[in-house]
């Protein structure tokens, strides 16, 4: 998967694009890599969920072998974005693939080989570090809306709850305090012994 922050552009439709792969070309040497426009933190983890589930052989809910799940469901392989909000079956959605797309992953890897065999680890130490810890401990608030709006940028939120769904950012252009309309990481801290898990604030001990 490569991430670039050149802006990808559809001649045929006219249309920029947060991302591109090929359909069930994970096996294929010449369609087995996907392209990821990085831009906020959300939308680049939430983009490469989805071409990688475009490589894997799902297509977009709604359509195709997808046509029984539904695109305004907003799960991963939905092609429509939206933002964050409170509204709970939302959030709970958009870390999830649909049934459709766990049934295409079922039906079109059943007899591919290389996605059973493990890949070389180039950096063991960072790999541990990503695969041992949560989201929330390698990127702070701050960092996120750094991330997001660039030097200058400052969190002027609370950890509290409200975080696990929406960041407060100074923006350092416009000067206005916002809403970012990007979560807290998962694993940052929103209370007394609490952290974010898919957009909630829970107990750690309920993990």
């Avoid at 709604?62 to 046509?67: I, K, L, N």
């Avoid at 990007?182 to 209370?191: M, Q, V």
Wanted: charged letters at 25%; aromatic letters at 10%; proline letters at 3%.
């Amino acid at each position: 998967m490569l991430f670039t922050r050149l802006l990808l552009f559809d001649r045929i439709r006219k249309m920029f694009l947060h991302g591109m792969s090929d359909l069930n070309g994970v096996c294929d040497v010449m369609s087995q890599v996907s392209v990821v426009h990085v831009s906020h933190y959300t939308q680049t983890v939430k983009t490469a969920a989805h071409e990688l589930g475009h490589n894997l052989g799902a297509d977009h809910d709604g359509e195709g072998d997808a046509r029984a799940c539904k695109s305004e469901d907003s799960f991963i392989m939905s092609s429509r974005h939206k933002m964050l909000s409170k509204t709970l079956r939302y959030i709970d959605n958009i870390w999830k693939f649909s049934n459709c797309s766990v049934e295409s992953f079922y039906t079109k890897l059943k007899y591919k080989n290389c996605v059973k065999t493990p890949g070389p680890v180039f950096n063991i130490a960072e790999w541990n570090m990503f695969m041992t810890k949560e989201a929330g401990y390698v990127f702070t608030p701050a960092e996120l809306c750094y991330l997001h709006y660039g030097p200058g940028s400052k969190f002027t939120g609370e950890l509290s709850k409200e975080i696990c769904y929406l960041l407060h950012c100074k923006d350092p252009v416009t000067k206005i305090h916002t809403k970012a309309y990007i979560n807290a990481a998962r694993g940052t801290k929103c209370g007394d012994n609490k952290w974010c898990i898919d957009g909630r604030c829970v107990p750690k001990d309920s993990i």
